[in-house]
């Protein structure tokens, strides 16, 4: 039987589980939609004629070529977050909670251009927020061996 105290094993808790299975959400999550804001990206700068569908009255036009650019550097950074969370790196919890409330904020801007592929990220954006949040606030220390 271990004894408790400097050398005491550690079991995670359940909620420990829990937070650990959203992290992992979160981050493939993460690399999954900087890859759909790349494709997205490129296919602006590569077609932008594509992206002539909006409205004349609409208030936040953007060139489809500076949306090009805004996705495609947005999505190598969620990318790059995403595949830094699921390495462990306790940055980027923030900083992905931050980088998805972009990515959801753009998304909103670019609902006249895709709308169901915006509000879809929009989507996910939230649940990665959520899947994030909901991890930094569970507690660190799990329980020893000799506690059970």
């Known amino acids: 039987m271990a ?3 400097h050398g005491a094993a550690r079991y995670p808790t359940a909620k420990q589980h829990w937070a650990g299975g959203l992290e ?5 999550m993460l690399v999954i939609i900087g890859f759909f804001h790349v494709i997205v990206g490129l296919a ?3 077609q932008s004629s594509y992206y002539y569908v909006v409205t004349e009255n609409y208030a936040f036009t953007i060139d489809p070529t500076a949306w090009g650019w805004v996705h495609l550097g947005l999505g190598i950074l969620l990318a790059l977050t995403g595949g830094a969370l699921g390495a462990g790196q306790s940055w980027a919890r923030v900083v992905g909670m931050i980088i998805a409330g972009l990515s959801a ?8 251009y895709e709308p169901v592929w ?4 929009i989507a996910i954006d939230v649940a990665v927020i ?4 909901a991890h930094l606030r569970e507690p660190t220390s799990g329980r020893t061996a000799s506690s059970e």
Not at 24 to 28: V, Y
Not at 105 to 112: D, R, T, Y
């Open 3 to 5: 004894q408790a105290g």
């Open 44 to 46: 602006a700068l590569l």
């Open 118 to 121: 915006a509000l879809l990220i």
């Open 105 to 112: 904020l753009g998304s909103f801007l670019f609902i006249p």
């Open 130 to 133: 959520w899947a994030l949040a």
């Open 24 to 28: 992992l959400f979160a981050a493939i």
